[in-house]
């Protein structure tokens, strides 16, 4: 799993190398640009939202709904995705802070129309990514939502065959959303499949 100084190396040709990885249809990044574009839809289905960006690395998704004049606050952990995104968002809350560290004091102070995390959230472990959530829920607004886009599936026996036919290429220290095993701890979510190994997971209080 990269680190901080990882992302920051990697920061300038991340893009190229997702884009890579979605045109082939090839894991873990298949479905990449469906998965931003659905979660696009749904936060600007709102008008101009207030929207917290956890994890915003280039800021792929959130420079678009930015630039469609939402209120953006975020959190990454690289120095140079934080820089990058920067550039294109000036006006954007930005902060420095890694996830398992939780979220940054600034961030709790603020309510939003929806959190979106987007191939991020997959460096917390299971009961990491429960615990995080419930502290997530409390920050929205009403009607607001959680949209998470990342390598995810329906259930733990696709999970399994993705990972079979990825070979060595599956990533061990990443760990990835499993539909109905998160269903049991947030009865109100809800799952879109985007590509064998992608999805868009919602909740909302």
């Not at 930015?66 to 209120?71: I, L, S, T």
């Not at 959230?121 to 429960?130: G, P």
């Not at 939502?145 to 990443?174: K, T, Y």
Request: glycine share 8%.
């Amino acid at each position: 799993m990269l680190g901080n100084t990882g992302f920051d190396l990697w920061a300038d040709g991340y893009d190229v190398s997702v884009g890579l990885s979605d045109e082939n249809d090839s894991y873990p990044f298949a479905g990449y640009k469906r998965v931003l574009g659905s979660i696009y839809e749904m936060v600007m289905a709102r008008g101009k939202p207030t929207v917290l960006d956890l994890g915003f690395g280039t800021a792929t998704l959130t420079a678009r709904l930015y630039e469609q004049g939402c209120e953006i606050w975020g959190q990454d952990f690289s120095d140079r995705m934080i820089a990058l995104a920067r550039e294109k968002m000036p006006k954007a809350h930005l902060f420095k802070g890694d996830f398992n560290e939780g979220l940054r004091a600034e961030l709790k102070l603020e309510h939003y129309d929806f959190i979106v995390a987007t191939y991020a959230l997959h460096h917390l472990d299971d009961a990491q990514k429960v615990a995080f959530i419930k502290t997530l829920l409390p920050l929205l607004k009403k009607d607001g939502a959680i949209l998470m886009g990342d390598v995810a599936f329906p259930n733990r026996e696709e999970h399994e065959r993705c990972r079979a036919i990825a070979g060595e290429e599956w990533d061990d220290e990443e760990f990835y959303f499993v539909y109905d095993e998160l269903h049991r701890h947030f009865p109100q979510m809800t799952f879109e499949r985007i590509s064998h190994c992608a999805g868009v997971l919602r909740v909302g209080n």
